[in-house]
């Protein structure tokens, strides 16, 4: 089982950029999926969560600008990402509990991180 991201960008503040994040490999089902980030000299934060049924959750710094949705038939979580600010700028990492074939344990599979990176 891996988790892969894609949409590594760079964007003017006050822009968007969509992030994904596939799972792939033996897969039984799909719990939680979420993203975090962790910019420079900084802790990392979760960012957004989204529960199998589509429940999600936000940090508030991101309510009413960062959207997470996810396709449970293609194991594929994204996050849209509206009216960036310069303190967006972070690694931004998906992970998701997953549930492999032939097992009962859900495990956390976290991805290799994006850059997104928010300048004028």
């Known amino acids: 089982v891996q988790v892969v991201e894609s949409g590594v960008g760079s964007v003017q503040p006050r822009g968007s950029l969509r992030l994904s994040c596939a799972a792939s490999?033996?897969?039984?089902?799909?719990?939680?999926m979420s993203w975090d980030r962790q910019a420079p000299g900084k802790q990392r934060e979760l960012v957004a969560t989204?529960?199998?049924?589509?429940?999600?959750n936000y940090v508030d710094s991101v309510k009413g600008r960062f959207t997470t949705s996810r396709d449970n038939a293609k194991y594929t979580v994204y996050l849209q990402m509206n009216s960036l600010k310069p303190e967006d700028t972070a690694v931004y990492y998906c992970?998701?509990?997953?549930?492999?074939?032939?097992?009962?344990?859900?495990?956390?599979?976290w991805g290799q991180g994006t850059q997104v990176t928010v300048s004028s």
């Open positions: 992970s998701a509990v997953i549930q492999s074939s032939g097992s009962y344990l859900y495990l956390n599979y």
């Open positions: 490999g033996s897969i039984s089902s799909i719990s939680r």
């Open positions: 989204i529960t199998s049924g589509g429940t999600t």
